[in-house]
């Protein structure tokens, strides 16, 4: 096989792209928005739109580069419940809905501890066992008619296939209803009866079927091209690391969420109040994982793009002392009831300071999860911050390891789902940050610890 379409939905944006195997890059790209509908029962993903930019795209694409298989890339924290028929029982939850927060205390009785699952306990919709529980709950109806549960990635599997299935990473990742270490279950899915409806499981690289006779003639992609089961997106940018890198390293997923996945990691207890996690990897192996939404405080902070910044403009800031401290947005990462506040007034910074305090924040939140799941070794920044300079450097200064990113490639989403077809020539093509790191920018890293200790504690003080 030589090019490999690829769908890639993210929370906030969805893609397609045409994947180059024998020089693993991607050679073209669609996308769009992920939009979230607020009609209905409850916000929820519109599918229907993304089914119809998934097909005009693969045809187009197809049309350009003849794809030969079919992979695919989604966020977690997300269930689809279908019907007999097939048909959405009831609509795709926005995981960042409240709704199942309403029933959250009689949800913590039913759910498995953390030392079964390696889930942490989450807000909103973010335990994809709390998703099940709310639906069963508040629309017993509906719920009664489903058939069948899948993880998100293999819904879209199944729409292209006729397939039903779910896969490992996708239960893995803190969804409360998988066991990392056994590779089972949860007791979960058993006491809420949920274990008929799940359909069997794959891994990510097995070929769950092959595309649709109709939508061959829809896209015009040939009859017989095999569809990949499909992978959670943070394994997804782990993947073509855990094919190529000696452990121990870590790699750090940045898009909406920062998802840091340490292989080889020094044995440490997790603390599920700071988000801290087991994810399971594409291999079957339990991968300890921390996050924080560094994607959507960038977005909420600066808008969109990285911006070049001087190391000069760098080390005056890291010299006057201006600090963002946690958390943006509230809720979730490593200090999830901390309310975030600036050392300075930051309407008199500028905007390539503003860039550097926001991007120093960020840096240090990312260093702060490593250390938390005991990450040793190089670091890899995957996604849009792999071409921030400053996060980077700041990174480097906080951890004292090497870093290494590609800039080239803003998203190692896509190139990680390519691995999972056979005969994939699997390249990183990250590169180590070059240049020398500030002292200034070190002894920074160190003050921001300590305000940022301080600030928790006297957030936690009556």
Known sequence: ?????????????????????????????????????????????????????????????????????ISITTHGATAVVLDASGNLALPVLDYEHAGPDSLAAEYDNVRPPFSETGSARLPMGLNVGAQLYWQQKTFPDDFARVASVLTYAQYWTYRLTGTLCNELTSLGCHTDLWTPRAGTFSSLVESQGWTPLFAPVLKASDIAGTLLPELCSA?????????????????????????????PFSVVSTGTWVV???????????????????????????????????????????????????????????????????????????????????????????????????????????????????????????????????????????????????????????????????????RTGVEPLAGEIAESLAAYAQAWQKATQDHVCKEKRP
């Not at 050679?27 to 928005?33: C, D, E, L």
């Not at 926001?358 to 995957?382: P, Y």
């Open 1 to 69: 096989m030589r090019v490999v379409g690829v769908i890639d939905i993210g929370k906030t944006n969805a893609k397609v792209a045409a994947v180059d195997l024998d020089r693993f890059e991607e050679i073209a790209v669609r996308k769009t928005a992920n939009a979230v509908l607020t009609d209905g029962p409850y916000p929820h993903f519109d599918v229907e739109r993304l089914w119809a930019f998934l097909l005009e795209s693969l045809a187009s694409l197809h049309a350009e580069h003849a794809f030969e298989a």
């Open 219 to 247: 896209t015009g992609i040939a009859s017989g091209t095999p569809v990949y089961c499909g992978i959670h997106d943070s394994n997804a940018s782990l993947l073509p690391h855990l094919l190529t890198r000696t452990s």
């Open 260 to 426: 840091m996945l340490a292989v080889g990691a020094e044995a440490k207890m997790l603390d599920e109040h700071r988000d801290t996690l087991i994810n399971v990897n594409a291999l079957g192996d339990p991968v300890p994982s921390a996050r924080f939404m560094g994607g959507r405080a960038f977005q909420l902070l600066l808008g969109e793009g990285a911006r070049p910044v001087s190391p000069q403009t760098e080390e005056a800031v890291a010299g006057a002392g201006h600090m963002l401290l946690p958390s943006i947005p509230e809720g979730s990462g490593p200090f999830p009831a901390a309310k975030a506040i600036w050392t300075t007034d930051e309407r008199e910074l500028g905007p390539a300071e503003r860039f550097v305090v926001v991007s120093f924040h960020l840096a240090l939140m990312t260093a702060t999860c490593l250390d938390l799941i005991g990450a040793r070794g190089d670091i890899v920044v995957e996604g849009p911050f792999a071409s921030n300079r400053t996060y980077l450097r700041m990174l480097a200064a906080a951890t004292g390891r090497p870093v290494f990113a590609d800039p080239h490639n803003i998203t190692g989403t896509s190139l990680g789902a390519a691995c999972l077809v056979k005969g994939s020539a699997v």
